[in-house]
């Protein structure tokens, strides 16, 4: 047997895979492992971090909702293109395959970031514009009671997408640490 200093997997076949091995090339699987967990941390953390940290702390803090809003519609883009190059990035890395290539646990992962990914795509890229449109019609910073009711249903979807997109990041946290 291979006295290497890293880790053998043995399959169901017999057959011992080094772990640690990508395309023949050592140590560039592990590389990507690491980087899933990476990414999807960065991915995951921001998301809590601004959803339900920064973005309450907003519009506790600042007494003009407006500019708490302005403020908060900033940082929400830049969560967005972070999610969008995030998603990518582990989709690519989904694909490469490394010691859990034949295990439904990769499926399962890519699965968990694409949908994160849609939520993102719908959330930001699809509702958030409707939003912006509401804000920007109201005249003098004040909306009609037709405005804000659609800008409430419109936020209130936003937000159960953004919800659903954080649970799944947890989902992806946990399984993904479950790799090694």
């Not at 003009?64 to 969560?79: C, M, P, Q």
């Amino acid at each position: 047997m291979n006295t290497r200093s890293w880790k053998s997997v043995t399959y169901s076949a017999g057959q011992a895979y080094d772990a640690c091995r990508l395309n023949g090339k050592p140590g560039v699987a592990m590389l990507v492992v690491r980087l899933r967990l990476l990414i999807a941390t960065l991915w995951v953390g921001s998301l809590w971090t601004v959803g339900y940290l920064v973005a309450p702390t907003l519009f506790a803090t600042l007494a003009d909702r407006a500019l708490a809003g302005t403020i908060a519609g900033s940082i929400f883009r830049i969560e967005a293109w972070l999610s969008v190059v995030c998603g990518i990035a582990l989709v690519m890395l989904f694909s490469y395959r490394t010691h859990d290539d034949a295990a439904p646990l990769r499926k399962t992962l890519l699965r968990l970031a694409l949908a994160m990914l849609v939520c993102t795509l719908v959330g930001y890229f699809g509702i958030q514009p409707f939003m912006a449109d509401l804000r920007e019609a109201a005249a003098g910073g004040v909306m009609s009671a037709d405005a804000k009711t659609r800008f409430g249903i419109l936020h209130g979807v936003a937000s159960g997408i953004y919800l659903i997109q954080s649970l799944l990041g947890v989902g992806l946290i946990l399984r993904l640490r479950s790799l090694r």
